[in-house]
C-alpha cells in the first residue's frame, strides 16, 4: 500500500471498526459491558500503524443503542490534518435480515434534514437516524452526550486553521443512515464551520427523490458511494429486480428460488420509488474478485457469493487497504458431545487472552479456560447446558460465527456435520470422500435425495460413498450423512457436481 492512505482506504477502514465487537456475547452481556468491549476493541485497532488508518486517530465518542439496533462513533485526526469522522454502523445481521430489516413500505417526512422543502425517507432509515442521534455514550471517553454534543465540543476545541473537515461515512445499513446524518449535521450551527464529505460503501437506499434532490444540492467536499458493482444489497431499495439475473461466469447463477426471493423482497416497498444519492463510483466491474469455491447453480452458493461481495473485507480489498484484525473462528471442538464439566478442546484462529467461550446461552468459567499462545487452541470445561449448542469464542474484536462444525450435543449423541467433500464433481459411480463429524458405521449417505448403494465407514470425522444415478445427472446437489435420527445440515461446503454417466 502507497505511504500515504487515500481517502477510500482510511474511511473505509474505519467503516470496517464498526463492525467490531457489534454481537453480544450469547451468553449475556450488559449494554455497558458490550459498549466497553467494542470501545476497547476499536482503540486497539485505531492505534494499529500497520493499518489504512496508520495509527492517526482517537476515539472521541462512542454511542451503541438499545438493544444493540445501531452504533456510531466519532474519532479525530491526531496527524494535524484537523479531520474527523463520524462512523456509523447498522443492525448486525445477515444478509437476509440486513434487506429485510428497513421498513421500506411507509415513507416519512426527514425535517432534521435542514431542508425548507419536505423530504422523505423510508421509516425504517428514518427509525435507525433517530437512534443513532439520540444515543449517549454510556463510557468515556465523552459519557453521557450525543453524537451533535459530542462532535460540538470537539470542533470547539479544534484549531482553526486548516478549517476542520468531517466524513460522514459506514458499510452497509450504516452507510444508509450516514447519508441521513451528513445532511443533519450540515444543517446545524457549530462553533468552527467544518467543511463535510460523504462517503458511504454498500449502502442501500434511505430516501425517496426529494431526499436525492436535497441531498445533492448540499455543498459536500466529497459526495461518493463507493459500491461493488457485484455486491446486491446497494441495489435495494433503487433496483433489487436487477440482481435476479446475477452472476456472470463462472457464477453463480440464480436458482428460481433466489428469484422469488429477490422478488418478495423487492415488493417491500408497495410501490414506493426509492433513489440512491450521491456519485456512483463502482469497483469490481469486471467481476474477478469473487469467492470462487461459491460458483454452483445452487440457492447457498447465490447466497454466499452475496455474502462475500458485501463483506467488509472484499471492500478493503477492492480499495487496496489492508484487511482489519480479525474475530475469533472456531473451526471445530473434540469432543463433540458429553457432559458438564467435561474438557473440551476448541481449535480455530486469532484467540487471544482475552478470549471469553460460550456453549449456547451458558458461559465457560473463566478460570478453567485457558488459550494457548498459538492463538489456535482453547481447552476449557463445558458449562451447565441442555441439547445442541454452538460454542463460540468472543474477545474485543467481535464473536465468533455460528457454524455446524462448532455444535456440542449435551448428553449425545454427537452432531452429524459434513465439512467437505472430495472430489467435488464427477460421474456416476465416482467414490467421494466425505469429512466431517458425528459419523458412525452404518450411516446412511444421500446425494440429493438418492442414497448411495456404497458407503464406506473410515472413522468418525471420514466416510467414503459411491455417487448414485440420478434421473438428471448433470446437477450440484448436496451430499447429506444420517446416523439415527440425525441428519447433516446442507451447506455449500457438501455439494457435488455431476458431470454425467
Known amino acids: 500500500m502507497a505511504p500515504d ?8 477502514t474505519l467503516a470496517a471498526f464498526a463492525a ?3 454481537t453480544p456475547r450469547p451468553s449475556g452481556e450488559t449494554l455497558e459491558q458490550q459498549t466497553e468491549r467494542i470501545i476497547t476493541g476499536i482503540d486497539a485497532q485505531l492505534n494499529d500503524r500497520s493499518l489504512a488508518t496508520q495509527g492517526d486517530w482517537e476515539l472521541v465518542w462512542l454511542a451503541l443503542s438499545e438493544a444493540n439496533a445501531n ?31 428497513l421498513d421500506v ?39 453521557n452526550v450525543t453524537l451533535a454534543q459530542a462532535l460540538s465540543v470537539a470542533l470547539k476545541a479544534a484549531p482553526s486553521s486548516p478549517q476542520p473537515t468531517v466524513y460522514l461515512t459506514g458499510h452497509s445499513l450504516g452507510g444508509c443512515i450516514a447519508t441521513m446524518l451528513a445532511p443533519y449535521l450540515q444543517a446545524q450551527t457549530w462553533p468552527k464551520q467544518p467543511k463535510f464529505a460523504v462517503i458511504t460503501y454498500a449502502a442501500p437506499t434511505a430516501g425517496t427523490q426529494s431526499f436525492v434532490d436535497y441531498f445533492n444540492s448540499v455543498p459536500w467536499i466529497i459526495d461518493e458511494r463507493q459500491n461493488n458493482a457485484y455486491d446486491l444489497v446497494p441495489h435495494a431499495w433503487a433496483d433489487l429486480d436487477t440482481t435476479a439475473g446475477w452472476y456472470p461466469s463462472p457464477g453463480p447463477q440464480a436458482t428460481e428460488e433466489v428469484k422469488l426471493l429477490i422478488g418478495t423482497i423487492a415488493e417491500r416497498t408497495k410501490g ?16 474477478t474478485s469473487l469467492a470462487k469455491n461459491l460458483v454452483n447453480k445452487t440457492t447457498q452458493d447465490f447466497l454466499g ?21 480479525s474475530p475469533p473462528v472456531v473451526t ?62 468472543t474477545n474485543t474484536l467481535g464473536t465468533s460465527p455460528a457454524i455446524a462444525m462448532s455444535q456440542f450435543a449435551y448428553g449425545g449423541p454427537a452432531p452429524v456435520v459434513v465439512s467437505s467433500v472430495s472430489p467435488t464433481s464427477g460421474k456416476v459411480g465416482t467414490p467421494v470422500t466425505i469429512n466431517g463429524s458425528g459419523f458412525a458405521n452404518g450411516a446412511t449417505v444421500h446425494f440429493k435425495d438418492k442414497a448411495s448403494g456404497s458407503v ?42 455431476y458431470t454425467g454417466r
Do not use: W
Open 71 to 101: 452504533m456510531a462513533y466519532l474519532v479525530r485526526s491526531t496527524n494535524g490534518s484537523n479531520e474527523f469522522a463520524v462512523v456509523a454502523r447498522g443492525t448486525d445481521a445477515d444478509l437476509t435480515d440486513i434487506l429485510e430489516d
Open 20 to 22: 467490531t465487537g457489534a
Open 5 to 12: 492512505p487515500t481517502i477510500a482506504q482510511v474511511t473505509m
Open 272 to 287: 414506493n420509488v426509492y433513489v440512491q444519492p450521491g456519485t456512483l463510483c463502482l469497483m469490481n466491474t469486471d467481476y
Open 105 to 143: 413500505g411507509t415513507v416519512v417526512p426527514f425535517p432534521e434534514s435542514g431542508s425548507p422543502k419536505t423530504v422523505t425517507v423510508s421509516k425504517g432509515a428514518m427509525n435507525a437516524f433517530q437512534r443513532v442521534v439520540k444515543a449517549r455514550s454510556i463510557a468515556s471517553p465523552s459519557p
Open 456 to 497: 464406506k465407514f473410515v472413522s468418525t470425522g471420514q466416510l467414503i460413498a459411491t455417487a448414485p444415478d440420478l434421473l438428471d445427472v448433470h446437477q450440484t446437489v448436496n451430499i447429506t450423512v444420517t446416523v439415527g435420527k440425525a441428519t447433516s445440515p446442507t451447506s455449500p461446503d457438501d455439494e457435488f457436481t
Open 305 to 325: 457469493q452475496v455474502a462475500f461481495q458485501h463483506a467488509n473485507s472484499t471492500y478493503l480489498d477492492l480499495v487496496g487497504a489492508p484487511d482489519i484484525p
Open 332 to 393: 471445530n471442538l473434540s469432543p463433540t458431545f458429553g457432559a458438564a464439566g467435561d474438557t473440551v478442546t476448541i481449535n480455530g484462529k486469532d484467540f487471544s487472552p482475552d478470549s471469553k467461550v460460550d456453549f449456547g446461552r451458558f458461559a465457560c468459567d473463566e478460570r478453567e479456560t485457558v488459550v494457548d499462545p498459538s492463538g489456535l487452541k482453547i481447552t476449557t470445561k463445558v458449562p451447565t447446558g441442555t441439547g445442541v449448542v454452538h460454542v463460540r469464542v
